[in-house]
């Protein structure tokens, strides 16, 4: 079997204190998380619709805040086949439901907010892996914020877009 390529960058410590850039995908790229509607008279803004399982990962999204006080959600937005969070990991501590302390690193998150929408399906809607990025500045901040913001609206020039 052939050993897939990381897309982690090498030997970076993703438990340290910083801002983080997520995207996670659907299995095949399937558009099972919503459909995207763009207001036809200019008033209303471009927006995802969330399909049964898109509520699913909003409620999971959401308990992140509680569940893991170390990781504060910033922004996010489900489109059809993917998800972009903005996370920034604090440094505080997260405990489980049984009160046990979590890990705190952004791979753990990610397989934690994974878990818990795969569990409750009873089936994984999810790709492999996420990608990520380290947010290195202001600058690097605002265009990734507006770029989430801007996502519906750009859906058909959107490098997850397919028909």
């Not at 050993?3 to 558009?31: A, L, P, V």
Request: charged share 30%; with cysteine; glycine share 6%.
């Amino acid at each position: 079997m052939e050993k897939r390529k990381s897309n982690r960058i090498k030997d970076y410590d993703y438990s340290q204190y910083g801002m983080y850039f997520i995207t996670i995908c659907s299995k095949n790229m399937e558009q099972i998380f919503g459909e995207i509607f763009v207001g036809d008279d200019g008033n209303r803004p471009a927006y995802c619709k969330l399909s049964r399982i898109g509520l699913l990962i909003k409620k999971e999204i959401e308990k992140i805040r509680i569940i893991r006080p170390e990781c504060e959600i910033e922004k996010y937005i489900i489109m059809p086949n993917h998800i972009h969070i903005i996370v920034f990991l604090n440094g505080g501590e997260g405990r489980d439901d049984c009160h046990r302390p979590l890990q705190k690193s952004i791979p753990n998150m990610v397989q934690g907010l994974k878990g818990a929408v795969t569990r409750e399906l009873g089936y994984s809607p999810w790709q492999r892996s996420y990608y990520d990025h380290v947010i290195r500045n202001d600058k690097d901040y605002v265009r990734i914020w507006e770029y989430i913001e801007n996502n519906p609206l750009q859906w058909n020039l959107d490098k997850f877009y397919n028909e």
